[in-house]
């Protein structure tokens, strides 16, 4: 018998979400995501620090 220790980000139970379907899980994934490009985006333009490079938000001319 083991035990596994995880962190907030990794392994815990707290913050996880349960979704009944693939695609509810999938949808709210991709959602997720998306408004972390534009966080960055935003941040990019306004020449705050970003969570790190990416081509989705390195490129402010869009």
């Known amino acids: 018998m083991g035990i596994k220790y995880g962190t907030m980000d990794r392994g815990s139970f707290n913050g996880k979400h349960v979704y009944n379907t693939f695609q509810e899980a999938k949808t709210k994934f991709l959602d ?3 408004d972390i490009v ?15 490079l990416s081509p989705l938000w ?3 001319t869009e």
């Open 32 to 34: 997720f995501l998306a």
């Open 38 to 52: 534009i966080i960055n985006r935003y941040y990019a333009k306004e020449g705050m620090p970003v969570n790190y």
């Open 58 to 60: 390195d490129d402010t």
